[in-house]
């Protein structure tokens, strides 16, 4: 009888420390970000993109299209969106939406992965061997922009 006591706080006492403990995670807020640790591309870069680049190429990895600017005001426009500043902070959930080619004269002169979701706005450029090298906040006017241009394309045809 004694050991049946013993044997019931035992699990009593586990059960309580289990929830206590499951109460406590739920109530501390997991970290959800980090912090980028890629430098951005410089000011001289992008004026150098703005001067040359002639063609962007968008392609998203989950929406049936895709799309492309070759008219010069837009894609001035679209590189002025890049910030010469990297994001302050990154979710952990945070994915690319798809891929900008930038182009001059038909060679790709930079490719960058397009992040767009709540608190969640930059480019990460990536290297020859397609891995992020800069990481580029994406400006208030590219932010507008892109939602304009998501709401547009996800409308429904008339």
């Known amino acids: 009888m004694k050991q049946s006591i013993i044997y019931f706080a035992v699990v009593f006492f586990t059960i309580i420390g289990c929830k206590s403990d499951t109460a406590q995670q739920q109530d501390?807020?997991?970290?959800?970000?980090?912090?980028?640790?890629?430098?951005?591309?410089?000011?001289?870069?992008?004026?150098?993109?703005?001067?040359?680049?002639?063609?962007?190429?968008?392609?998203?990895?989950?929406?049936?299209?895709?799309?492309?600017?070759?008219?010069?005001?837009?894609?001035?426009?679209?590189?002025?969106?890049?910030?010469?500043?990297?994001?302050?902070?990154?979710?952990?959930?945070?994915?690319?939406?798809?891929?900008?080619?930038?182009?001059?004269?038909?060679?790709?002169?930079?490719e960058a992965d397009l992040h767009y979701a709540d608190n969640c706005y930059f480019y990460s450029f990536v290297n020859e061997s397609n891995r992020p090298a800069f990481q580029n906040a994406m400006t208030d006017q590219g932010i507008a922009f892109y939602q304009k241009m998501f709401a547009q394309a996800m409308a429904p045809a008339q």
Do not use: H
Request: aromatic share 10%; proline share 5%.
């Open 28 to 110: 501390s807020p997991q970290v959800a970000e980090i912090k980028t640790s890629l430098a951005p591309i410089g000011r001289a870069e992008i004026i150098n993109m703005y001067e040359t680049i002639d063609y962007i190429d968008y392609i998203f990895f989950d929406w049936d299209f895709s799309m492309n600017q070759s008219e010069a005001n837009a894609v001035k426009a679209a590189v002025t969106f890049i910030s010469d500043t990297s994001p302050t902070k990154i979710p952990a959930d945070c994915k690319a939406i798809g891929r900008m080619v930038f182009q001059s004269k038909g060679e790709i002169i930079k």
